[in-house]
């Protein structure tokens, strides 16, 4: 058995895998088919300060070796989640960690605070790269300035673990990172979808009811590993790399890359399981390469 | 109710018509428990387009064999795929999902079950359980001609089968909802599944005979499991997830008034 365990600034993670927000609702949803306590965080729903419907269906199209999609931050806010969900989550022993979103700095920070009173979430992770809503969300990912003013508004506010989900619909995303380092973000985690759209020919319609979505699935991973190996030589603070994985070799090669740790999205739909079997192939795969702990892997890659 | 995912054994596949198949399955442990209206999602290896796992609703479930029965509409590439299992293959599936129909609670209430195309499948599991506790369901199926109506035999042995046909082959012609019946008798409660146009005429037809009424929805999903809410209805409550709020959802909770 290799160790397994790593640290995202304060965050200790018993692995380096983690559930990507919107993929894992908040565990609860998986409980019967793998234990949670097995991996090293749960990252759940996107949660803003007001509820929000999201966006109509159509939300989801399947396209190849992936999927887009539009569902637009729906939650019921970051008030229900403290009173109803927060109860029913706050005993699984692993990081649960609030995926945090909104459409001004004030109330990303305001949601953020919320958050910051639960005891037993230990780090929030800032969406501000969410392609699917027309306020906030993504516009403020894809400029060093917007991401730089939601991060010093948030980092006011939250005293735990800052993590801050980067978009990958920019030129450049290492001066995001940069910019987010500079505001005193403790990790970056990397890639939120890629803005795409397919279209019904026989309809002549787009297939997503807002015509763009957000593209996650084996499609898009070379394109994340390429940021995250950027993002990872570019900043000194830890990188959670996500984008695709599947697979035990899927995350390794983002830990080579120089991800800390790996969120698994996507993947969670073909499989509820997969996040335990990646977690144990990654152990495996050091076990037989005759690795005494995960850190020996990461950001190997110059 | 606890959900598995389970490798399970094709016992069998039987193309019942062009376009359809059915496929029993079976597993070496008794088959967990599982409710009328439910659904569950398959993944579909060797078929390079298909991506995300399909959701097919339970037909019938015999707990004797340890079968349990997909009705399949081999529509897509996924859907053909599964179409061309063998008996022995494995098939990956996470079951059971969602909420199933409101089973009539005495042997006397009167329950209709309204089906067109595929949209029969979960109500053959549901007449099954009602003739088990001794309530005689009355099941009003539709099609375009008589060659496309399924698995009408097995319709017959639980229950009063009424037919439409588009073209009038088979039973009185014209839509479920044209059937001579809806004019002679009432019911307590109407269960459906179906194209949207069938299931909304049938909502029509209930509000106006105040009869309750509960229709299946298949919207696109992901997960299955409530997780990524790609699946969601508008409702009374919001938007609500088709694969874990649903699938069946009393009419009333649905924007239908149309």
């Not at chain 2, 409710?35 to 959701?55: A, K, N």
């Amino acid at each position: 058995m290799a160790r397994l365990d790593v640290r995202i600034k304060n965050l200790a993670l018993k692995n380096p895998v983690m559930t990507a927000s919107g993929t894992f609702g908040y565990g609860l949803e998986f409980a019967d088919l793998m234990p949670l306590d097995g991996i090293g965080g749960i990252i759940v729903k996107g949660t803003t300060l007001k509820p929000r419907e999201g966006n109509d269906y159509p939300r989801m199209a399947e396209t190849a070796s992936g999927m887009l999609n539009c569902v637009g931050l729906q939650n019921k806010g970051v008030d229900y989640f403290c009173e109803h969900i927060y109860p029913q989550i706050k005993d699984i022993d692993t990081n649960m960690i609030v995926n945090v979103s909104g459409s001004s700095p004030d109330d990303y920070a305001e949601c953020a605070a919320r958050i910051d009173a639960l005891e037993k979430i230990p780090a929030i992770e800032l969406n501000i790269s969410c392609p699917n809503v027309k306020d906030g969300g993504m516009a403020f990912g894809v400029t060093c300035a917007g991401a730089s003013s939601v991060v010093r508004a948030v980092r006011e506010r939250y005293h735990k673990t800052l993590i801050v989900k980067l978009s990958p619909n920019v030129t450049n995303i290492t001066e995001i990172a940069r910019a987010v380092e500079a505001e005193g973000a403790d990790s970056v985690s990397l890639i939120n979808t890629l803005m795409g759209m397919a279209i019904d020919i026989e309809k002549r319609k787009t297939l997503l009811s807002i015509n763009t979505g957000g593209l996650s699935g084996p499609a898009v991973k070379p394109v994340a590993l390429r940021m995250v190996w950027q993002v990872a030589k570019a900043v000194k603070i830890p990188v959670v790399g996500l984008g695709g994985i599947c697979t035990a070799k899927d995350a390794i090669e983002f830990m080579m890359a120089g991800a800390t740790a790996i969120e698994i999205g996507t993947a969670n739909f073909l499989d509820p399981t997969v996040s335990i079997k990646v977690r144990d192939g990654i152990n495996d795969w050091l076990d037989s390469h005759g690795c005494q702990s995960v850190q020996e892997i990461i950001g190997v890659i110059d | 109710m606890k959900k598995f995912l389970l490798d399970l054994t094709v016992r069998s596949v039987d193309r019942i018509h062009e376009r359809y198949v059915l496929i029993k399955l079976t597993d070496e442990q008794p088959l967990p428990e599982m409710l009328p209206g439910q659904f569950v999602e398959i993944r579909v290896d060797g078929s390079p387009t298909t991506f995300l796992r399909r959701p097919i609703s339970i037909n019938y479930v015999d707990k004797q064999a340890n079968e349990l029965w997909l009705l399949v509409a081999a529509v897509g590439d996924g859907t053909r795929k599964l179409a061309e299992l063998k008996a022995g293959d494995r098939l990956n599936c996470l079951l059971p999902l969602g909420k199933g129909f409101t089973m009539p609670q005495k042997p006397e209430e009167r329950i209709l079950l309204v089906g067109g195309g595929v949209g029969v499948a979960p109500l053959l599991y549901m007449g099954a359980q009602m003739a088990e506790m001794g309530c005689l369901p009355t099941f009003l199926l539709g099609a375009r001609t008589g060659k496309d109506l399924l698995m009408l035999d097995e319709f017959r042995k639980y229950g009063r089968v009424c037919i439409t046909t588009e073209d009038g082959s088979e039973g009185e012609k014209g839509f479920v909802t044209n059937h001579s019946l809806l004019q002679k008798e009432q019911f307590d409660r109407i269960a459906t599944c179906g194209p949207t146009p069938m299931m909304k005429a049938v909502a029509r037809y209930a509000r106006k005979s105040e009869t309750e009424c509960e229709a299946s929805l298949e919207n696109l999903m992901a997960c299955g499991l409530g997780a990524c809410l790609c699946c969601v209805e508008k409702t009374t409550d919001g938007n609500l997830c088709v694969c874990k709020d649903g699938p069946v959802f009393n009419i009333r909770k649905l924007l239908w008034q149309d």
